[in-house]
């Protein structure tokens, strides 16, 4: 190996560096809005909210005058639907906390 080659990978190992650091640095900007927002999202699915919410589209579709048949069918599906973002920001809730750490831990091995 070269001199030269020796100070291009020094050189690539830098800018991966200066890459990962720059990732993990905006990451620690994000991480307080989405968990913001995953508390809002979870928040709207608290059983009364969601009742209240599911019942007040149903009512609307009734007003609007679609079949009180064809409204419990897109209410069920609307429920459907929210119960799944559920899931997501459940998934996402967990994840981000756990990034957090494994950013942390890397950085404090790269320390010593």
Known sequence: MS?????????????VKEVLSAISGFLKEITP?????????????????LG???????????????????????????LKRKMKLLNLADVLSRLIPRREVEVEERK????E
Not at 37 to 49: E, M, W
Not at 108 to 111: A, D, F, I, L
């Open 3 to 15: 001199g030269k080659e020796g100070v291009e990978e020094r050189s690539e190992a830098e800018e």
């Open 33 to 49: 809005i989405v968990k913001e927002l995953i508390g809002i999202v979870l928040g709207s699915f608290r059983g009364d909210a």
């Open 52 to 78: 209240k919410e599911v019942g007040e589209f149903y009512r609307s579709l009734v007003e609007a005058g679609i079949s009180e048949d064809k409204a419990v069918e897109l209410a069920e599906e609307f």
């Open 108 to 111: 404090e091995r790269k320390e």
